[in-house]
């Protein structure tokens, strides 16, 4: 019997635990994920999605009262190494976030301005990642007429998009993305989660997700937290048809959440 | 009476209150102010402003003072600009919560409570004595410069705290260090916070008089001052030392004096709304 080339793993965790201060906020997390595969991570407010989200690209280390323990293995590496520059390993794992969040300057400069930041100052270079990246996500058409525009000037869908080309600009492998669409219209987000199902040839895509529709939409795989605990870990289908756990399909189905 | 009614009657005091409190301190300042132009709007004339003092009222003028305040100006903001954007940076992005940044944090605010005239005898014995500067404008500046540093902190670290986490949350995601992402995105959002800041610290500086007493600065300066070593007067000094004469040309001199020194406080404030506004303008978050 011939199977289908197994994908590999890209992101490895393995026993995570997560504090802020002495609230637990992660509990002995274990979560193994796959190459260009689109992963959901669902779960009530304050179950530790985006506390797990942002352990990937070291977000949480800004909290003062973040405390980790575990191992987080990112394309082969240790990402919680000391000799892990965290600046490099922002360049290979983008994110966006709830809240379209361009810099007050233009389209171009938006976009741009992960490569500048790494030195690049070659005009053609920039002119070419500029416009691929807005290609990669749907907003060359609508812009490239008025790339000097004010970022801030868009509509907040477009400016979401404008944020993932602005991701994409740096050639990340991993995309995270935390709840991307909760700030926008329903027109404007389903426009990203046909992005995202574009996007999954050739990156790793992670979301967090409040949108139960959404998670079966988009993704391959869906993680269900609650309480700092992984519940739930599975094909997006499974999971949403035959949820093992009590506390998944009670989650799922609405009655709490 | 009725609930409703009475509250009305209320709101209407209120209201009244309220605007007179608002128009007493403008009244009394326009009243000045005029008063100061009916004085000395005809004294200011070309000879005014490039003669030097004299015995004689009508042959004096402001050219040392005034040239005296640019210098002051000039090298008070060269001086407390980059220390005080800088503390206010390190304060807000670098600093650590802990007892030490606490400590500092409620002493920078104590200073800036501190009479002048203290900051005066601290230049004096600090760059007048200590480091021999003398009653140079160079210890003025220095002096000044103590004196409106935690103006300018403050206003920074308020301008800084104005640019949203999420900007911050942007840049670092792409992989931007942390000097990076405080020189690309956050200065130049805070920019307009931290210029007017600065410039109504500076505009205080000018009008200062007490602490450029204390270190000796003089009222007759019968030259114009080349190098930041040299001895110096300022415009709230000479007009110090007019009002003090018991002759009433010297208050004419005094009132005339006072409309360039102001002048030049009410053209800085307008820079800093200028700037303000442009700034607000252009970061819509």
């Not at chain 1, 796959?34 to 959901?40: D, F, G, N």
């Not at chain 2, 600009?81 to 030490?100: D, H, L, T």
């Amino acid at each position: 019997m011939k199977e289908k080339k197994e994908q590999r793993t890209i992101i490895q965790s393995e026993s995570i635990n997560v504090y802020y201060d002495d609230k637990h906020v992660l509990k002995n997390v274990n979560l193994d994920i796959k190459e260009k595969t689109v992963t959901a991570l669902i779960g009530p407010s304050g179950c530790g999605k985006s506390t797990y989200l942002r352990l990937i690209n070291r977000m949480n280390d800004y909290i003062p009262e973040f405390h980790f323990s575990g191992t987080i293995v990112v394309n082969g590496k240790n990402i919680y190494d000391d000799s892990v520059e965290v600046e490099e390993l922002r360049k290979d794992i983008g994110m966006v976030f709830q809240k379209p969040n361009p810099f007050p300057k233009s389209i171009y400069d938006n976009v741009a301005y992960g490569l500048k930041i790494q030195g690049i100052k070659n005009k053609t270079v920039l002119d070419e990642a500029v416009e691929s990246s807005l290609k990669q996500a749907a907003l060359w058409d609508e812009v490239k007429d008025n790339l000097k525009a004010g970022g801030l000037s868009l509509s907040g869908g477009q400016q979401q998009r404008l944020c993932i080309a602005r991701a994409l600009a740096v050639q990340p492998t991993i995309l995270l993305m935390d709840e991307p669409t909760s700030a926008l219209d329903p027109i404007s987000s389903a426009k990203i989660e046909e992005l995202i199902f574009e996007l999954k040839k050739q990156y790793t895509i992670i979301i967090v997700t409040h949108n139960m529709q959404q998670a079966t939409r988009v993704s391959d795989n869906t993680a269900f937290f609650y309480i700092g605990d992984l519940i739930e870990y599975g094909k997006t289908d499974e999971l949403f048809m035959n949820p093992i756990h009590e506390q998944t399909k009670k989650y799922i189905t609405g009655r709490f959440g | 009476m009725k609930r409703s009614v009475r509250n009305k009657i209320y709101d209407k005091v209120f209201e009244i209150i309220g605007y007179t409190a608002t128009f007493f301190g403008l009244i009394i300042l326009l009243y000045f102010i005029t008063d100061i132009v009916y004085e000395g709007w005809n004294r200011i004339d070309y000879d005014f402003l490039t003669s030097y003092t004299s015995r004689k009222a009508e042959k004096s003028g402001i050219f040392p003072a005034w040239v005296g305040s640019v210098w002051i100006l000039a090298l008070t903001l060269i001086i407390s600009v980059p220390i005080g954007i800088a503390s206010g940076i390190y304060f807000e992005e670098y600093a650590k919560k802990n007892k030490i940044t606490y400590m500092l944090e409620v002493n920078i605010a104590n200073l800036a409570g501190v009479p002048s005239i203290i900051y005066g005898l601290l230049g004096l014995e600090i760059f007048g004595r200590m480091f021999g500067f003398g009653s140079s404008i160079l210890t003025g500046s220095l002096t000044l410069a103590l004196l409106i540093l935690p103006i300018i902190i403050v206003s920074t670290r308020e301008a800084l705290k104005a640019v949203p986490q999420s900007l911050r949350d942007a840049s670092f995601a792409l992989g931007a260090s942390k000097w990076q992402t405080i020189w690309l995105q956050i200065l130049p959002s805070s920019m307009g916070g931290v210029l007017t800041g600065t410039i109504l610290a500076l505009s205080r500086a000018v009008g200062e008089t007490a602490p450029l007493i204390v270190i000796g600065a003089l009222a007759y300066v019968p030259f114009i001052p080349s190098s930041p070593m040299d001895e110096f007067t300022v415009l709230p000094m000479q007009i110090f030392e007019w009002t003090s004469r018991p002759q009433h040309e010297f208050l004419i001199n005094a009132a005339a004096a006072i409309i360039v020194l102001l002048c030049i406080t009410f053209l800085m404030n307008g820079i800093a709304i200028y700037l303000r506004n442009k700034w607000q303008k252009k970061n819509q978050w």
